[in-house]
């Protein structure tokens, strides 16, 4: 992704989340993004999988998958090579479709593959999921699945056609914690037996701690911090991760008050000038109100900030 901006426009005025914002995934890896709600996570994502909202456009930057230019969308990978797990799965199935109909038609459209080919396929890819009496469950409506079962049901969905990139969109937070520890536990199992790239994306930094080896963290459209997953939380460079990292509940800081970051998300129709976190920062310099960060590479890390403006190695 190279200085890709997402222009949105409302009844309010024009503007963008992300806002150039560049990375890349590689073959095996999985990258966590984390940000705030607004911050452009989704909307990221929905980009790379040509799905943006008929308001929305992208206005400049592009994305390359396999060193192809996939940004206009014409022949995109989607489903063959690309696919998506979407926060809610309930809603992200179709309610009058038998779960096996939805599942086995993706081999169907897109492998040409036959109804029982596709059957048996399917089956064998859900229960390597862990759903138990897969056949049965083929027979089932969405509505009669649990909430993990119809998450395991959208994994396996994305993981049929053996995609080279999926995309998992807050695939745990409409769960209860110990379904959520099963679906973190699939999403491991995954990253370990496939070759298949993960882009994880939360507003949760214990929950991506469980999976990434890297994180990318967002604020109001930007790019703030690109680390690999352990260094981050040893040593947050950028005020804003150093802040998020703070707020997670500690127990060793029994009884004393939990952290926060003072402020609010600014917003993206008026955003600040220069440093967009610099209203709500305590460490800011003078010129962070008047010019954007510079993006410092320091070793195998990436921050956008002035206080490592000669720092760069």
């Given at each position: 992704m190279e200085d890709l901006a997402v222009e949105f426009k409302t009844r309010l005025g024009k503007f963008c989340a992300p806002d150039g914002v560049t990375f890349s995934v590689f073959e095996s890896e999985c990258v966590g993004l984390v940000g705030e709600s607004g911050s452009g996570k989704s909307v990221t994502a929905l980009a790379i999988m040509g799905l943006l909202a008929k308001n929305a456009r992208?206005?400049?930057?592009?994305?390359?998958?396999?060193?192809?230019?996939?940004?206009?969308?014409?022949?995109?990978?989607?489903?063959?090579?690309?696919?998506?797990?979407?926060?809610n799965p309930l809603n992200s199935l179709?309610?009058?479709?038998?779960?096996?109909?939805?599942?086995?038609?993706?081999?169907?459209?897109?492998?040409?593959?036959?109804?029982?080919?596709?059957r048996k396929r399917v089956i064998e890819t859900m229960a390597k999921l862990g759903i138990p009496e897969a056949e049965k469950m083929l027979e089932r409506y969405p509505f009669e699945y649990s909430g993990g079962m119809r998450q395991r049901a959208m994994i396996a969905m994305a993981m049929l056609c053996e995609p080279k990139l999926l995309i998992a969109d807050e695939p745990t937070t409409a769960l209860d914690v110990t379904i959520q520890a099963q679906i973190m536990r699939l999403f491991k199992q995954?990253?370990?037996?496939?070759?298949?790239?993960?882009?994880?994306?939360?507003?949760?930094?214990?929950?991506?701690?469980?999976?990434?080896?890297?994180?990318i963290v967002m604020y109001a459209g930007k790019i703030c911090e690109i680390s690999p997953a352990k260094q981050l939380f040893e040593d947050p460079l950028?005020?804003?991760?150093?802040?998020?990292?703070?707020?997670?509940?500690n127990l060793k800081r029994k009884g004393?008050?939990?952290?926060?970051?003072?402020?609010?998300?600014?917003?993206?129709?008026?955003?600040?000038?220069?440093?967009?976190?610099?209203?709500?920062?305590?460490?800011?310099?003078?010129?962070c109100s008047r010019q954007e960060p510079p993006e410092v590479q320091m070793k195998d890390r990436i921050v956008k900030c002035w206080l490592y403006e000669k720092a760069g190695i």
């Open positions: 992208v206005a400049r930057g592009r994305i390359l998958f396999d060193g192809v230019d996939i940004t206009s969308g014409n022949d995109h990978p989607r489903g063959k090579k690309m696919s998506m797990v979407f926060q179709n309610p009058n479709m038998k779960i096996g109909q939805q599942l086995c038609e993706v081999l169907e459209e897109n492998f040409k593959m036959g109804k029982e080919e596709a995954l990253k370990s037996s496939s070759r298949t790239s993960i882009l994880f994306i939360s507003h949760d930094l214990s929950v991506v701690s469980q999976i990434a080896d890297r994180i950028h005020p804003y991760t150093q802040g998020l990292i703070a707020s997670v509940p004393s008050k939990l952290h926060s970051i003072e402020g609010n998300v600014p917003s993206l129709l008026d955003p600040p000038s220069g440093c967009r976190f610099h209203p709500r920062c305590n460490k800011k310099l003078e010129v």
